[in-house]
């Protein structure tokens, strides 16, 4: 496909269904057949080699040859391309999905409409010729932020396989560890640290990546994305594995509202604090720990969150995989009783213990005639200021008790 001088080139067939109205796009797709609504494509069966073109920087002239009849046009070759059904050249800024190139100087309407129209014959031959015009008007580049597997490799998504290979390099939070993975996906992209992440610098296509699971959690990795953002240049997620959601999921509690807490303080005064202070949060806590922590952390939620339900996932998504559910006093007694406390721990601690109903605030006296008001529908607005003038306690407390009781009538 590449040709002298660092040209590319291609061949595509027409169809009887091109018709090259679109004023913003032009496209030419593997597919062999389209119908009357693809009015950007102008090309069917092309034969592209997509991992040559990744390797397009900068500007570019593209050339349609059908026959006698030409046009030529340029564009700005977009960072964000990888393997794909058809080649997208867009004459807007936009650079994600499928965009193959942007800043296009012209649309499918631009073209020469005898050469558009010479493709409406199945038989017409579209040679498209690449050229890299050199210059400093590229993109920005890319950050691709990619979740690895949490245990089981074979949770890597093809998305996030196929941005690996793609990408000018990947920055890693162990490269020890992330080269383990490339090299049995026979990944050969070059690999630095978060902490040598300068050498990096003029790669336009970067990956950044965590030991496990998704950058940024838990990781220095959002750092490097705040960067990336303040400097202007785009940030693509390529979403996979997260041990908090596959924590989440396994627990069985009450999970529709959530904080992620992560790592808590390792002394244990600074930890018992933290956990104060999430205590009245009336959600599932989400928290990591280690197996030289999880015993005591336990028994520090033992003590300041006795009643809150607990799921205890350990080693998720490998092959010991297992979840322990109970009270943390439950939870604290099957692990005790082992000889040894091994793997990584997502703990869940689940809402609080909905309220007892409040007893009556109210006279006997009053009772009745309370009942028989909230049976009228007399205003709880009107009930709870009538109240608060009589008896004290404020407005917000007659308020809160009297939709409870109205609550409990149904």
């Known amino acids: 496909m590449e040709g002298e001088h660092g040209r590319f080139q291609f061949r595509c067939r027409g169809h009887e269904n091109i018709r090259g109205v679109h004023r913003k796009s032009i496209e030419l797709t593997r597919a062999k057949e389209i119908t009357q609504r693809a009015t950007c494509i102008l090309g069917v069966d092309a034969d592209f080699d997509a991992d040559a073109l990744k390797r397009l920087r900068g500007r570019m002239r593209i050339e349609l040859r059908v026959g006698e009849l030409v046009d030529t046009f340029t564009a700005v070759a977009s960072p964000f391309f990888q393997d794909a059904e058809g080649l997208v050249l867009r004459k807007s800024d936009q650079q994600q999905g499928r965009t193959f190139a942007f800043r296009s100087s012209k649309g499918a309407l631009d073209l020469d409409r005898k050469l558009v129209a010479a493709l409406a014959d199945p038989a017409a031959e579209l040679v498209v010729t690449i050229e890299p015009l050199g210059g400093d008007e590229t993109s920005t580049g890319v950050l691709f932020v990619v979740s690895m597997p949490i245990g089981n490799e ?18 890693a939070e162990d490269t020890r560890v992330t080269r383990s993975v490339l090299d049995r996906l026979g990944v050969r992209t070059p690999l630095v640290s978060y902490h040598d992440f300068n050498e990096a610098e003029r790669a336009e296509r970067i990956a950044l990546v965590s030991d496990a699971g998704t950058p940024g959690c838990s990781d220095p990795g959002y750092r490097l994305v705040a960067e990336a953002v303040k400097a202007g240049i785009p940030v693509s997620p390529v979403p996979g ?6 924590a989440l999921v396994g627990s069985g509690l009450a999970w529709d509202r959530f904080a992620f807490v992560g790592f808590l303080s390792r002394k244990r005064a600074a930890r018992k604090a933290e956990l104060l202070e999430l205590a009245p ?3 599932a806590l989400v928290i990591y720990e280690s197996p030289h922590r999880i015993l005591e952390t336990l028994e520090d939620l033992q003590e300041l969150m006795p009643d809150r339900p607990l799921s205890v996932g350990r080693e998720l998504t490998k092959a010991h995989e297992e979840f322990l559910r109970g009270t943390p006093a439950e939870v604290l007694e099957a692990l005790t009783e082992r000889d040894e406390v091994l793997g990584e721990f997502v ?3 689940g809402p609080p213990p909905a309220e007892a109903p409040r007893e009556s605030a109210l006279s006997p006296e ?14 709880i607005q009107t009930l709870s200021r009538a109240l608060a003038d009589q008896l004290g306690q404020g407005r917000k407390h007659w308020y809160q008790y009297l939709l409870e009781r109205r609550q409990a009538k149904g």
Do not use: C, H, N, Y
């Open 154 to 171: 074979g949770d890597l998504s093809t998305r996030a396989a196929r941005t690996l290979a793609a990408v000018d390099v990947i920055a």
């Open 241 to 246: 594995p997260s041990a908090v959601l596959a």
């Open 347 to 349: 703990v869940v601690i």
């Open 366 to 379: 009053l009772e009745p005639f309370v009942e028989r008001l909230l049976a009228a529908d007399v205003s």
């Open 281 to 283: 949060l009336a959600m």
